[in-house]
């Protein structure tokens, strides 16, 4: 097809009328919308329990005990057990012309146990949850 002449108005009469079809151009779109298909109902129940927790309480208490010796010995005493006694030797030397050991005193421990049976009082709590499922229109969901 050629272009008309600039000082024409109209067409070519050389050339065919010349006809203009519209193109349709066809668009889709896609779109979403949230829909309530059912709902959940959760329910909590806390359930409470009373005991009583039975536990055996051991103590031990320790005695001490101090036993003024006063007098002189060649050797160091170990620290000595004697039953449910500990004796720990306590020392100090004195000078006199030679040098000598002198026991001074002896610390006595002496170890006691108990056992007490006690019994307290405690409050436990469970809890329990309970779901329901309702379709859109709010009718229960048989599963």
Known sequence: MREPNAGTAGMNEDEPDTHVIPIVEEESRIAKRPVV??????????DTEERVLKEMLSQETVEVERIAINRAVDVVP?????GDVTIIPVFEEHLVVEKQLVLVEEVRIRRTASVENVKVPVTLRKERATVEHLDGSGRPVVE
Request: glycine share 6%; proline share 0%.
């Open 37 to 46: 298909s059912g709902r959940v109902i959760v329910k909590t129940t806390v």
């Open 78 to 82: 170990q620290i000595r057990t004697d």
